[in-house]
């Protein structure tokens, strides 16, 4: 495998798209009474947890080898972990002193404790699935803690990651028996023990195995295909077949998808394995896709400017989506924020996205006198923890 890994542009799209439609979700079927993202009959959110293992494959496609355990956990897991705690604490602090100055009762709710189990993980060491678990409650009216969950599974899943890479990425049946026995090992634990763990840790090796998957694609160089062999006729009927295979893999495989409560379909813990032949045959088809998009302008400058900066945009989005509305609805615990109005979710989606955009825009542009040395290690929420 290649010691080091240039940034492909097809690949930053993805994210950004994937972000994007994260967020979409969040603000568009996740806000008001469809809390749990039921819009017409159509389970929207799970067009987000079908974009997640993107993000995970995406991590793994450009991982550099030749550094040691430590060295990875050092540079990578340690900075994503400081992100989670400072991004929750700066931000959920600064939401709670927002909204007592708008005049909320915040008496009844605690900070602190709040604070902590938003690090941690909600719903720790209860039986998931049981009447009145979720591990993505709104704990306060403050808490602005939507999606952060995927910080944590991805630390976690980073770790198991960094420890195994190198030993099996040499041969692809190494590493393809090692990815099954990952999904193997959540599916067996969410049989039988079934408990959320601290950080969602049950969903660790799931993690862990599509970032295997990500590093394994990279060994045969997918992405730098996709992005290239639009002329090879090869090119186009691995496109049609794996559309096909996606619209049976959507079509026969039960949905009913929910990551944060560790749920991946209809059967039980052992569907993390429908799950990872859906969003593996749907991510490609999306990789293509986003090949595509290269050659759109505007569009793909967005989309890349997005995937470049996907951290920043998801732990933001909440934060500055709750600044907006907070003056003027009110803001509860039964959902994130409680707006009936379609046109004025999606009002609040582009003012939330230009807002961040143009934060992330003004950040980049005071770094710009940091010389090339400095900024790779000043920077390490954009994408050196992508």
Same mark, same amino acid.
């Given at each position: 495998?290649?010691?080091?890994?240039? +940034?492909?542009?097809?690949?930053?799209?993805?994210?950004?798209?994937?972000?994007?439609?994260?967020?979409?979700?969040?603000?568009?079927?996740?806000?008001?009474?469809?809390?749990?993202?039921? $819009?017409?009959?159509?389970?929207?959110?799970?067009?987000?947890? #079908?974009?997640?293992?993107?993000?995970?494959? /995406?991590?793994? $496609?450009?991982?550099?080898?030749?550094?040691?355990?430590?060295?990875?956990?050092?540079?990578?897991?340690?900075?994503?972990?400081?992100?989670?705690?400072?991004?929750?604490?700066?931000?959920?602090?600064?939401?709670?002193?927002?909204?007592?100055?708008?005049?909320?009762?915040?008496? %009844?709710?605690?900070?602190?404790?709040?604070?902590?189990?938003?690090?941690?993980?909600?719903?720790?060491?209860?039986?998931?699935?049981?009447?009145?678990?979720?591990?993505?409650?709104?704990?306060?009216? $403050?808490?602005?803690?939507?999606?952060?969950?995927?910080?944590?599974?991805?630390?976690?899943?980073?770790?198991?990651?960094?420890?195994?890479?190198?030993?099996?990425?040499?041969? *692809?049946?190494?590493? =393809?028996?090692?990815?099954?026995?990952?999904?193997?090992?959540?599916?067996?634990?969410?049989?039988?023990?079934?408990? %959320?763990?601290?950080?969602?840790? %049950?969903?660790?090796?799931?993690?862990?195995?599509?970032?295997?998957?990500? #590093?394994? @694609? +990279?060994?045969?160089?997918?992405?730098?295909?996709?992005?290239?062999?639009?002329?090879?006729?090869? $090119? *186009?009927?691995?496109?049609?077949?794996?559309?096909?295979?996606?619209?049976?893999?959507?079509?026969?495989?039960?949905?009913?998808?929910?990551?944060?409560?560790?749920?991946?379909?209809?059967?039980?813990? *052992?569907?993390?394995?429908?799950?990872? @032949?859906?969003?593996?045959?749907?991510? &490609?088809?999306?990789?293509?896709?986003?090949?595509?998009?290269?050659?759109?302008?505007?569009?793909?400058? /967005?989309?890349?400017?997005?995937?470049?900066?996907?951290?920043?945009?998801?732990?933001?989005?909440?934060?500055?989506?709750?600044?907006?509305?907070?003056?003027?609805?009110?803001?509860?615990?039964?959902? *994130?924020?409680?707006?009936?109005? &379609?046109?004025?979710?999606?009002?609040?989606?582009?003012?939330?996205?230009?807002? =961040?955009?143009?934060?992330?825009?003004?950040?980049?542009?005071?770094?710009?006198?940091?010389?090339?040395?400095?900024?790779?290690?000043?920077?390490?929420?954009?994408?050196? @923890? %992508?």
């Amino acid at each position: 495998m290649d010691a080091t890994v240039s +940034r492909i542009k097809s690949l930053d799209i993805l994210r950004g798209a994937a972000i994007i439609g994260v967020i979409t979700v969040h603000i568009m079927f996740g806000l008001g009474r469809g809390v749990d993202g039921v $819009y017409g009959g159509f389970n929207v959110a799970e067009l987000a947890y #079908a974009a997640l293992p993107m993000f995970m494959v /995406i991590t793994g $496609y450009l991982y550099k080898s030749g550094k040691d355990f430590r060295t990875n956990v050092k540079h990578r897991v340690v900075p994503l972990v400081v992100t989670l705690v400072v991004a929750t604490v700066v931000l959920t602090c600064s939401m709670y002193v927002y909204m007592w100055l708008l005049g909320y009762d915040l008496s %009844q709710y605690d900070l602190l404790s709040n604070v902590l189990e938003i690090i941690i993980g909600k719903g720790c060491f209860k039986d998931i699935g049981a009447v009145g678990f979720s591990a993505g409650l709104v704990l306060a009216p $403050y808490d602005i803690s939507a999606g952060f969950y995927y910080l944590q599974i991805l630390a976690v899943g980073l770790i198991i990651f960094y420890a195994i890479a190198d030993s099996v990425l040499d041969d *692809w049946k190494h590493c =393809v028996i090692t990815i099954l026995s990952l999904m193997g090992i959540t599916g067996l634990y969410l049989a039988t023990i079934n408990v %959320q763990l601290p950080f969602s840790a %049950q969903i660790g090796p799931v993690v862990a195995a599509f970032l295997l998957t990500g #590093a394994l @694609l +990279r060994k045969y160089n997918v992405a730098e295909y996709i992005e290239n062999g639009y002329r090879e006729k090869k $090119y *186009w009927l691995i496109f049609a077949c794996l559309i096909v295979l996606s619209v049976i893999c959507i079509v026969l495989i039960p949905s009913g998808t929910n990551i944060y409560n560790s749920r991946f379909g209809e059967y039980g813990g *052992w569907s993390v394995f429908t799950y990872l @032949l859906l969003s593996i045959s749907c991510g &490609i088809v999306l990789m293509y896709i986003s090949a595509f998009i290269i050659r759109v302008p505007v569009v793909s400058d /967005i989309f890349r400017f997005a995937g470049v900066n996907s951290i920043v945009l998801f732990t933001l989005h909440m934060f500055v989506a709750k600044l907006i509305a907070a003056p003027f609805t009110t803001i509860g615990t039964d959902y *994130w924020i409680t707006i009936d109005s &379609i046109p004025m979710r999606f009002a609040l989606l582009i003012v939330t996205l230009a807002i =961040v955009f143009a934060f992330i825009a003004f950040m980049n542009r005071t770094s710009e006198e940091i010389d090339d040395s400095e900024v790779e290690d000043y920077i390490p929420t954009y994408s050196r @923890l %992508q």
